[in-house]
């Protein structure tokens, strides 16, 4: 908050609280709060250029799922039509096989027709045989030629002769009939093997054609399941893009908020350097009317001096001792390679619930579920003019929101489980000049920061 001293006041204090109290200077000072600003811009800047870069993965991937989807949409209406083919096809061969079947019905019944027709033909030419075997060896047919010899005169004998005329042409034209009659049937039979065949060819064929369909919608199918991997892989680049588009836009929020905290200092700081000059003045002022109090008021200005050189040197600490453990258990994990790939934070282990503390104060620039890392939150801290980021994981409950302030040593959420983990711990990792990147470029080991 700034500070608002009146000329008066001034005027009052200037022979005591000025030259008897030391002045209380910032634990920053303006020479370092503008180096602050200068990195805070720097690294606005380097976020506004991750961000431009995120956007324009996103929107290249999305594009990319834009000619995915149009890609499935033809496949679909290509195996749509091969399955109607197919359909069609199959009915078409049920169809075949309806009509080969009763062919073969046709065939069987035509074939016992024919069967019978040979036996009742077989049977007369056994007769009209034993007719002519019978004429021939006695000149002639034995009961045609007691017909005629028992004529009672010769009127009724040709009349006799007539009649036997007339039943040897009977059989005749009876067995050339069955003669006729057999033919036909076996004509009728070849047709309806022919038709049988010419049905089988068909059958053959949309056999052929409906394993060349099936064989087309298994490659659509195939195909199609590239692409839907594809668009699903697409889609998880999105998300990660878009996650990490959020994390960057709640950095550059808490860029901003830090900013706007150092430019607020740096005023207050010049304010109250402004303030403590004209106090100053006053009491020199005053101090030349009193001739007595002088030497006190030398001495005290150059107490004030000392004072605030050493509350000035202060300022900068070392590395160790800036972020406070996080959280009480065991180390269980190290910073480094570990089974074949790289830790990029330390674990602490603990029972599910354990509180887990803000390890500097800051701001909170994401509190939500991230890959891998389950229920995580990132806070932001600028700390001796250099900006870091600190990160929890695998949480079981989250308790601070994004652009929320914390204290260090403030508890923000619980020990867990969540994400791929292999049991409750907390997965705490510490990154400089900037926050959480998602190749962790610029992660350190943490346990040089405690």
């Given at each position: 908050m700034k500070k608002t001293i009146k000329p008066v006041l001034v005027a009052v204090l200037a022979a005591g609280a000025i030259l008897?109290?030391?002045?209380?200077?910032?634990?920053?000072?303006?020479?370092?709060?503008?180096?602050?600003?200068?990195?805070?811009?720097?690294?606005?800047?380097?976020?506004?250029?991750?961000?431009?870069?995120?956007?324009?993965?996103?929107?290249?991937?999305?594009?990319?799922?834009?000619?995915?989807?149009?890609?499935?949409?033809?496949?679909?209406?290509?195996?749509?039509?091969?399955?109607?083919?197919?359909?069609?096809?199959?009915?078409?061969?049920?169809?075949?096989?309806?009509?080969?079947?009763?062919?073969n019905q046709k065939i069987e019944k035509i074939s016992g027709e024919i069967v019978d027709t040979e036996k009742d033909i077989d049977k007369r030419e056994d007769k009209l045989s034993d007719r002519l075997v019978s004429?021939?060896?006695?000149?002639?047919?034995?009961?045609?030629?007691?017909?005629?010899?028992?004529?009672?005169?010769?009127?009724?004998?040709?009349?006799?002769?007539?009649a036997v005329t007339t039943i040897m042409d009977s059989d005749k034209e009876l067995l050339n009939g069955y003669l006729e009659a057999k033919q036909k049937l076996e004509d009728q039979k070849q047709e309806r093997e022919d038709e049988k065949q010419n049905l089988q060819d068909q059958?053959?064929?949309?056999?052929?054609?409906?394993e060349d369909l099936k064989s087309q919608a298994a490659e659509q199918e195939d195909l199609k399941q590239q692409l839907e991997d594809e668009y699903a892989e697409l889609e998880d680049q999105i998300l990660s893009a878009e996650e990490q588009e959020e994390l960057v836009r709640n950095q550059a929020e808490a860029l901003r908020v830090a900013?706007?905290?150092?430019q607020s200092q740096q005023a207050d700081l010049e304010a109250e350097k402004k303030a403590a000059a004209e106090a100053k003045a006053a009491a020199q002022k005053a101090a030349e009317s009193k001739e007595s109090s002088s030497s006190s008021n030398a001495s005290t200005s150059k107490s004030t001096t000392e004072s605030s050189s050493a509350s000035t040197s202060t300022v900068k600490s070392a590395e160790a001792g800036i972020f406070s453990w996080p959280a009480s258990g065991t180390k269980s994990s190290g910073f480094g390679a570990r089974w074949g790939t790289f830790h990029y934070g330390v674990d602490i282990a603990n029972a599910i619930g354990t509180p887990v503390h803000a390890a500097a104060s800051g701001r909170v620039s994401y509190s939500g579920t991230m890959n891998g890392y389950g229920n995580v939150i990132i806070v932001e801290h600028s700390i001796n003019?250099?900006?870091?980021?600190?990160?929890?994981?695998?949480?079981?409950?989250?308790?601070?929101?994004?652009?929320?302030?914390?204290?260090r040593g403030q508890e923000i959420a619980k020990m867990g489980n969540s994400g791929v983990s292999t049991g409750s711990h907390l997965h705490f990792e510490i990154h400089v000049d900037g926050s959480w990147n998602g190749a962790k470029s610029n992660a350190v080991d943490p346990m040089k920061y405690f």
């Open positions: 008897h109290t030391p002045i209380q200077t910032s634990a920053k000072s303006s020479s370092e709060l503008q180096s602050e600003i200068n990195e805070l811009q720097e690294k606005q800047q380097e976020n506004n250029s991750k961000q431009s870069e995120l956007e324009s993965q996103i929107d290249n991937a999305e594009s990319k799922q834009s000619e995915n989807q149009a890609e499935q949409d033809s496949l679909r209406a290509k195996l749509d039509s091969l399955n109607n083919k197919i359909d069609k096809n199959e009915n078409a061969l049920e169809d075949k096989e309806t009509q080969i079947d009763e062919t004429l021939q060896q006695n000149g002639g047919d034995v009961q045609y030629l007691q017909v005629l010899m028992g004529s009672k005169n010769f009127g009724d004998m040709i009349n006799r002769l007539n059958k053959d064929k949309l056999v052929s054609i409906k900013k706007e905290d150092a003019g250099r900006a870091y980021g600190t990160l929890y994981g695998h949480l079981s409950k989250r308790e601070v929101s994004v652009g929320e302030s914390v204290s």
